[in-house]
């Protein structure tokens, strides 16, 4: 199984300020085929089913706010949220699907300082 | 709109089986594929297998050591998942989620509000 793992597992940002949570798979999630990491990015608030917010590693679901972007390649993936809003607070999780079993990180507690 | 309902609440005893439902609505049924992810107190969510809604081919995750069976009814547009042997491990949250496609590989778009499951003697 491709290993996901998260760092921090916990984050407190003031409000208005950069998060950023980083997301490393113990093999590489880049396709040579199509040259598309196959990594995605979900929210999930308490008592809510986790949300898609980022797919291809960098891609934002329709609907997402810009502040949430998502970069890297390979095996090493960061999440920013710009400019951190009230309503951002959540667990952040990461998740291959390169392989199966699809996978995901631990997650990443985000909330204000 | 797109949505995913599943069926409520479950309390088994270990060695039962339990069989959680969802039920798609607002879009092709048989165009997408659905995953079953289920999240345990404490733990990682964890990849249970998909079943292809068109043709029904089904994949599951080798952790689960055959215990899981995914079925659909494409009249129904709902999808079963069956887990057997069930033991206190199992307790967890389940849920199913659309993957973007009719294929297995994919991140997941919509996801149901998710099943409680207990296993209690």
């Known amino acids: 199984d491709i290993v996901m793992t998260q760092s921090p597992d916990s984050l407190a940002v003031s409000l208005g300020e950069r998060a950023t949570i980083n997301c490393k798979s113990s093999?590489?999630?880049?396709?040579?085929?199509?040259?598309?990491?196959?990594l995605a990015w979900y929210q999930q608030k308490p008592g809510q089913p986790p949300k898609l917010l980022i797919y291809?590693?960098?891609t934002r679901e329709s609907g997402v706010p810009d502040r949430f972007s998502g970069g890297g390649s390979g095996t090493d993936f960061t999440l920013t949220i710009s400019s951190l809003q009230a309503e951002d607070v959540a667990v952040y999780f990461c998740q291959q699907y390169y392989g199966t079993p699809r996978t995901f990180g631990q997650g990443t507690k985000v909330e204000i300082k | 709109q797109v949505q995913l309902v599943q069926s409520g609440a479950e309390v088994k005893k270990p060695g039962a089986s339990v069989t959680v439902f969802c039920k798609a609505s607002g879009y092709t049924f048989s165009n997408y594929g659905i995953h079953w992810v289920r999240q345990a107190p404490g733990q990682r969510l964890q990849w249970m297998g998909w079943?292809?809604?068109?043709?029904?081919?089904?994949k599951y995750s080798q952790n689960f050591q055959g215990r899981v069976t995914i079925t659909r009814d494409t009249s129904a547009s709902t999808v079963y998942m069956e887990l057997s042997s069930l033991r206190s491990e199992d307790t967890a949250m389940y849920y199913c989620a659309r993957g973007p496609s009719e294929y297995s590989s994919g991140y997941f778009d919509y996801w149901g509000q998710g099943t409680l499951v207990t296993v209690s003697s």
């Open positions: 093999q590489s999630v880049l396709y040579s085929f199509n040259n598309k990491n196959y």
């Open positions: 291809w590693a960098s």
């Open positions: 079943i292809n809604s068109g043709n029904g081919k089904t």
